[in-house]
């Protein structure tokens, strides 16, 4: 008999099959075992710990006074500041009242869901809320599996395929969403595919929801270019403080709306929304925003410094990994790498790990390292695991403050993980570990084999 809680009923539509956010599940049972003494390598979370920029810090402080309710959209002044900062920084033609601000971005992707078509198109992978989000709303979702073979780039004849498909089902595909540099692969994509899709969109006239909060986290040879500048009056772009600035529990997103009769529209619909729900983004949070969109040049320094840590850390992991023969796309922006341990599958299978949860389990349980299944990120791929290079050796506020300061005296990327990313070059082992314990494992049974055939 399934058990009641009367009074309380819970809906079907907002609950039924809905799981917490994976990754801060992963957090939070890190900091148990943490709590609980053991020692676990954090690579599961992606949240970047450099130290609040002094002079956001400052308007912060400055303005804690600031307690009326605001505009759902944001003040004025900040919305021209941010449309001045997207276009100096994006080449996009934004006007002020293009600008919504909301608590995080994942807010205002949630509301434009809300407010937008029927259903959602997906790549595979892709980031662990946007499936969820449109769960919650009742959309359907349609997966378009991207291959590592590509770096995990959409492919538009795959595209077309899986929306005619949807199509000749009956359904209504109509929201597209675009994410470069991308979580949970930590790669960019080339500016000609970029134009390409725009283009793509526009003939089908699919409504983009291109979220870029890593935007200004490219550390590649490859350049963000957004979406919107090819297709923007279809597009809604979404970014940020979160990842470049490490502002994530700020809660401080932005989405910049199409210009056209369309989007003033959407614009209206997306304030209608933000009023019902949560009124305004927290008053000395606009006030401190203000500061870090309004470019100067000691903010935008800071950025590009935390970029250029985020990128070396993020490729020693990668190269580190290459050096096993693990398969994985280069990342080139955001602090993710995309690993496939398909090529053990069987000494993987001999030790009880048939898929990338299991894998995830054994890897936490035998070897400390706390990652991510890629099927969390809904990946085409199985044995697939998301890893990020934020967390680790910048746990505590204490040596995620001493990073840039080491930084600034020496950039020298080899003498910047040797001395002061311990547990990155440690987990590196770790992973070493694991392996030669799988290719050892292989060796065994391949020569027990051997010795049978023999035996016969």
Same mark, same amino acid.
């Given at each position: 008999m399934v058990e009641r809680f009367k009074p309380i009923r819970f809906s079907r539509a907002g609950v039924r099959g809905l799981k917490a956010s994976a990754t801060l599940s992963i957090n939070d049972r890190v900091r148990e075992l943490w709590g609980a003494g053991r020692n676990v390598y954090q690579l599961a979370f992606g949240e970047s710990r450099f130290p609040v920029h002094p002079k956001i810090a400052e308007a912060l402080t400055a303005n804690v006074q600031k307690r009326s309710y605001l505009h759902p959209l944001g003040t004025t002044e900040l919305r021209t500041t941010i449309a001045d900062f997207y276009r100096r920084k994006f080449d996009l033609d934004v006007s002020t009242e293009q600008v919504a601000v909301g608590p995080g971005s994942k807010s205002l992707i949630f509301a434009s869901l809300l407010a937008l078509g029927e259903e959602l198109i997906l790549p595979q992978p892709s980031w662990v809320s946007y499936a969820p989000q449109a769960h919650l709303l009742g959309k359907p979702v349609i997966y378009v599996p991207t291959r590592p073979e590509t770096n995990y780039e959409l492919e538009q004849d795959v595209l077309e395929h899986r929306i005619q498909e949807s199509r000749q089902n009956w359904g209504n595909p109509e929201v597209f969403v675009v994410n470069s540099p991308k979580n949970p692969t930590g790669t960019v994509m080339r500016p000609q595919k970029v134009e390409a899709l725009a283009e793509f969109a526009r003939e089908h006239e699919l409504m983009?929801?291109?979220?870029?909060?890593?935007?200004?986290?490219?550390?590649?040879?490859t350049p963000h270019v957004s979406i919107a500048r090819f297709y923007p009056e279809g597009s809604i772009v979404f970014g940020g403080l979160s990842k470049h600035l490490s502002l994530g529990g700020w809660r401080f997103g932005v989405a910049i709306l199409p210009s056209e009769r369309g989007g003033r529209a959407l614009t209206h619909a997306i304030e209608n929304i933000a009023s019902n729900i949560w009124t305004c983004v927290t008053a000395p949070v606009q006030y401190a925003a203000q500061v870090a969109y309004a470019g100067d040049p000691d903010v935008d320094g800071y950025v590009d410094l935390c970029t250029r840590m985020h990128g070396i850390r993020t490729l020693f992991l990668y190269h580190a990994l290459k050096r096993l023969k693990i398969p994985c796309a280069e990342p080139a922006g955001a602090f993710y790498i995309f690993p496939s341990f398909e090529r053990w599958r069987?000494? !993987?299978?001999?030790?009880?790990? %048939?898929?990338?949860? =299991? *894998?995830? +389990?054994? &890897?936490?349980?035998?070897?400390?390292?706390?990652? !991510?299944?890629?099927?969390?990120? %809904?990946?085409?791929? =199985? *044995?697939? +695991?998301? &890893?990020?290079?934020s967390y680790i050796d910048a746990a505590t506020d204490e040596r995620a403050e001493a990073l840039p300061a080491a930084f600034r005296r020496d950039p020298d990327p080899e003498r910047f993980i040797r001395d002061h990313h311990p547990r990155l070059q440690q987990v590196a082992e770790r992973f070493g570990e694991f392996i030669a314990d799988l290719e050892n494992g292989t060796q065994r049974a391949r020569s027990g084999a051997r010795t049978a055939v023999s035996a016969r």
């Open positions: 983009v929801l291109s979220d870029e909060i890593y935007a200004l986290t490219a550390f590649g040879s069987e000494p !993987l299978a001999a030790r009880g790990v %048939h898929n990338d949860e =299991d *894998l995830a +389990l054994h &890897l936490l349980d035998r070897y400390e390292i706390a990652t !991510l299944p890629g099927s969390a990120f %809904h990946s085409a791929q =199985d *044995l697939t +695991l998301r &890893l990020s290079s």
